[in-house]
């Protein structure tokens, strides 16, 4: 049986927004319906999400001594809080990631709304360490816009038992994570920094890359990214506890084989008045400083490969504060940018592609990333249908096949045929028996007003082409490319509204 794991649902777009300072109005309102009633737990608890995210209160008061928590929905869509009354939080709030596991199997949870760490390398005898990154002992980048670098380990043959360790990097979010720049032919990029300070769109933390396997042990899998929450009241937002929504930490097992953390989240708060010096937190996971004499003797003889020190740590989040009136006067962590309350949302309609079937089986409408479409052994080439929105009508499609093994595949289609609502394109592609993680990338001109708009992200220059790319696990990213060829990623959700 084949098994492919597609990112068949890509929330690529939304729109640029501009407010001016008289269109604030003299009041906030939520919008709020109110119809999840007044929020007073007693004793910790864990909120499941509805489908949507968006919970509606009349008002919050949380306690001293409780913590709240959220289970993520199927769409793993940020925390939205909208109140119409005022928010108390001596107790805590939390979104946070989970750390990376030590068995090498599992990356770490994001919050609701972030994305999870890689999954850490398997053991593997050395005659399969290899710095190429198709070996079962590499580790797994970390999901998100952001995601860290996987760790890699191979053969030392100074050592009858060597093996040189490179650690996984930290996940990226407000800023690139730290580099982890090994000489010894395993260079890895830290995770690229991506959003705004607006937190429009609403959007969280990227996972740690896991780290890789050695002879007798598994690597630990990267920290989950934090996940991302929005408060809304119509009265006052009152923080003397904490709303929290880090990264989780990296992970070192005994071969000496490090993950990345996970980066911080996201954390906005919108109300009439903001008030109260509790903690307000999205810093990033963990952090392990390697340096390059570092060596451990546990099983045979390890060294890294660093020809210098490496921080694992994933990079802090961002954190919004609007209100008509801020009597807040502590620090949060990361510094939080503020201004008077902005719209909740953007408008406009987000651009889409979706793999929508495999094979001739669909794809299900809400893929979680593995194993979404099961189909027996076929001949090959498969075909692969796929559909945009909001993408000009011609583009072509790539396909990213990502075997169990060996070398990633890549397959385009002919320009897509249709409408700019919906145009639809096949992809033929050979795949190899197992499980594949299949993704799509579109690239399509943009001119005119669009052009224009976007300019204002790649630094005056006049932007030719988008780049849409598709996230396991999580929304899409966008890559601005200018008419001198530079790149700028931005988030896809600022492209809704744009036509090309």
Not at 452 to 478: F, H, I
Request: hydrophobic share 35%.
């Amino acid at each position: 049986m084949n098994k492919w794991s597609p990112m068949a649902k890509m929330a690529l777009g939304a729109s640029l927004v501009c407010v001016s300072a008289a269109s604030y109005a003299a009041s906030v309102n939520s919008g709020s319906t109110g119809a999840d009633g007044a929020f007073n737990p007693t004793a910790n608890q864990v909120v499941v999400l509805p489908p949507s995210g968006v919970l509606n209160y009349t008002s919050v008061n949380i306690p001293t001594g409780v913590t709240v928590t959220f289970q993520k929905n199927a769409a793993n869509t940020p925390v939205t809080m909208l109140v119409s009354g005022d928010v108390t939080v001596a107790g805590i709030i939390d979104v946070s990631g989970k750390s990376g596991g030590g068995d090498g199997t599992m990356g770490g949870i994001a919050g609701p709304g972030g994305y999870d760490g890689g999954h850490g390398g398997m053991p593997a005898d050395k005659s399969v360490w290899v710095s190429s990154g198709i070996g079962p002992n590499i580790g797994r980048a970390g999901l998100g816009p952001g995601g860290g670098a996987p760790g890699v380990a191979f053969a030392n043959s100074i050592f009858t038992y060597g093996v040189v360790v490179g650690a996984g990097s930290g996940g990226a979010f407000a800023t690139s994570s730290g580099p982890v720049n090994n000489g010894s032919g395993c260079t890895y990029a830290p995770g690229s920094a991506y959003g705004n300070p607006t937190l429009l769109p609403l959007i969280g933390g990227s996972g740690g890359g896991g780290a890789p396997g050695a002879l007798q042990l598994p690597g630990g899998g990267g920290g989950g990214g934090g996940g991302a929450i929005l408060i809304a009241a119509s009265g006052t937002i009152n923080v003397t506890g904490s709303i929290l929504a880090n990264g989780g930490r990296d992970v070192q097992m005994y071969s000496g084989a490090t993950s990345g953390g996970g980066s911080g989240g996201a954390i906005r708060l919108v109300g009439a008045t903001i008030s109260g010096n509790g903690i307000i937190s999205a810093k990033g996971g963990g952090g392990f400083d390697i340096s390059a004499s570092q060596v451990s003797t546990s099983y045979g003889n390890f060294s890294y490969c660093t020809a210098a020190s490496a921080y694992t740590a994933g990079s802090v989040g961002r954190i919004r504060l609007e209100a008509l009136s801020i009597t807040r006067n502590a620090l949060s962590t990361p510094i939080a940018s503020s201004d008077q309350p902005g719209p909740l949302t953007l408008p406009g309609t987000t651009p889409t592609v979706a793999i929508t079937s495999i094979g001739g089986v669909s794809v299900p409408a809400s893929p979680t990333g593995y194993n979404d479409v099961t189909i027996a052994a076929t001949a090959n080439p498969v075909s692969v249908a796929v559909t945009t929105s909001g993408v000009t009508v011609g583009s072509t499609v790539t396909l990213t096949v990502s075997p169990p093994a060996g070398t990633i595949i890549s397959a385009t289609s002919a320009p897509t045929t249709g409408t700019l609502d919906k145009a639809t394109a096949n992809v033929s592609v050979s795949l190899p028996v197992g499980s594949n993680t299949i993704l799509a990338s579109v690239t399509y001109t943009v001119s005119g007003n669009a052009s224009t708009a976007l300019s204002q992200y790649t630094q005056g220059e006049r932007v030719d082409k988008v780049r849409l790319e598709s996230v396991l696990g999580g929304a899409s990213t966008a890559t601005l490319i200018t008419s001198t060829g530079k790149e700028f990623a931005i988030p896809a959700e600022r492209l809704a509204g744009l036509k090309g």
